[in-house]
């Protein structure tokens, strides 16, 4: 859904760290792999990384490092992993990465090294562009993006002179109270240049209040050593915003939320109710959709225009088609066809296929099937691995059963086919084109084409049945004040007993 500016100076390389703990999130999850909008935070910096074309994407993992490896593996298979087996620091991070880098031979002699960090969803892919272009601009050695806080605690002070040249980043642990006034802080992403980088971090110590090596000390570091050294303020400080606890990231989740429905807006798709409309990333909507309050749109789902989704619709990974309306539902995997109506309180499982007209009502549940062209299943059904023809209707409360207790078997229903209500569809079976079922049958063989298949005991009535065994009864009043009905005798009447 970006659209990133070309890239001039590509990165040799971009480093992403994510090998701390994530202590505060309380999880057995890896910090990195929570989601927001459908993507691990881990995911969005490689997203917004990859929008600068890297030669090589390295992330450095730690604690939890066999789930995010594995994680990798399946998003962004190109990209490189290293294990940071301690974690002595950002700057230690960043010497191991460039280590192993040197170890597998690639050249960094190229465009800089980018250092991002894993746990910042927000950032973008143009913002790491302009990270990219600002330090090449200024042919600096090191160019940290930096933005303004209004409450900049915890974070590393951007320490300027007189003529506002970077002179330093001061950890806030580290920093006077002079100089925890100020309100630019650090990131915790940068350009640098490579041979520059390898150097500097040699010369980093442990000699701070966290005994870590510092990445931020490189800084001063380059200065001592007369080497230009820049900043570039990002536009949007949210694109910044670290996520440390539950807290952050229900607050990122939130911006991202906000964010993804401003774009839909301004691409034509009317959002009644933004604050509880939850759209991934992958979602793809045309103009003129009507999103309803509480929608939530998951995974891969594409929607089509004129479509109406919601209220209270939960889709994941589905493909709607254009004026289908769908109300309160929850989809997984199915496709909706054109013009389908679907809901209210329906639940379509993976596998269903509505085709083009079709209708799934109110309380119905369709799982591995596929409902031809202008067929309808209006209430209360079950139909599980089924084929329904086009045109047919399912009567009320029928049911597929598909399940023998040990197997799942398939049915079969022809075009224009009529099963009258509370029919039970014992599978394998067919019904052939054209062909009715009996209310209240179950059906357990095939019906040909054009035949009414009948499959229920008959009816019989016991007369005065109620006024002899419930004597004495509201029912047997009402009975006894309708009167001798013998003049209306009924084929069913059955013996008295
Ligand atoms: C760091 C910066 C600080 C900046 C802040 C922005 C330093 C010394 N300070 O502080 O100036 O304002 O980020 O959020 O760099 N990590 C590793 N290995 C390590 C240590 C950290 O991979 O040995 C990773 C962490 O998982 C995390 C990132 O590096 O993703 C930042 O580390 P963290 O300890 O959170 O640094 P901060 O104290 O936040
Ligand atoms: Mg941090």
Known sequence: MRKDAPVSHRPSVVIILAAGEGTRMKSATPKVLHTIAGRSLLGHVVEAAAATEPEHLMVVVGHGRDQVVAHLAEIAP??????????????????????????????????????????????????????????????????????????????????????????????????????????????????????????????????????????????????????PVSATVVDDPTEILGVNDRVQLAEAGAIMR???????????????????????????????????????????????????????????????????????????????????????????????????????????????????????VPHLSYVGDAEVGEGTNIGAATVVVNYDGQDKHRTVIGRDVRIGSDTMLVAPVTIGDGAYTAAGSVITDDVPPGALGVGRGKQRNIRGWVERRRAGSASAEAARAAGDASDRVSPNDDQEV
């Open 78 to 227: 190109w990209v490189l992993t290293v294990v940071q087996e301690e974690q002595h620091g950002t700057g230690h991070a960043v010497r191991i990465a460039l280590a192993d880098l040197a170890a597998r031979g690639a050249d960094l002699g190229g465009g800089p090294v980018v250092v991002l960090t894993g746990d910042t969803p927000l950032l973008t892919g143009p913002t790491v562009v302009q990270l990219v272009e600002s330090h090449a601009g200024q042919g600096a050695m090191a160019t940290m993006l930096t933005a303004d806080l209004e409450d900049p605690t915890g974070y590393g002070r951007i320490v300027r002179d007189a003529d506002g040249s970077v002179i330093a980043i001061v950890e806030h642990r580290d920093a006077t109270a002079d100089q925890l006034e100020i309100a630019e802080i650090n990131s915790g992403m940068y350009a640098f240049d490579a041979q520059r980088l390898t150097e500097s971090l040699a010369a980093v110590t442990r000699q701070n209040v966290q005994g870590e090596e510092y990445l931020t000390d490189v800084i001063a570091i380059m200065r001592g050593d007369a080497q």
């Open 258 to 376: 906000d964010r993804i429905n401003v774009h839909w807006m301004v691409e034509g798709v009317t959002i009644a109710d933004p604050g509880s409309t939850w759209i991934d990333v992958d979602v793809e909507i045309a103009a003129d959709v009507t999103l309803a309050p509480q929608t939530v749109l998951r995974g891969p789902t594409t929607i089509e225009t004129g479509a109406q989704i919601g209220p209270g619709t939960t889709l994941i990974s589905c493909e709607v088609g254009a004026d289908a309306e769908v109300r309160h539902t929850w989809a997984e995997l199915a496709v909706i066809g054109a013009r389908a109506t679907v809901g209210p309180f329906t639940y379509l499982r993976p596998g269903t296929t509505l085709g083009a007209d079709t209708k799934a009502g109110a309380y119905v549940e369709i799982k591995n099937s596929q409902i031809g062209d202008g067929a309808k």
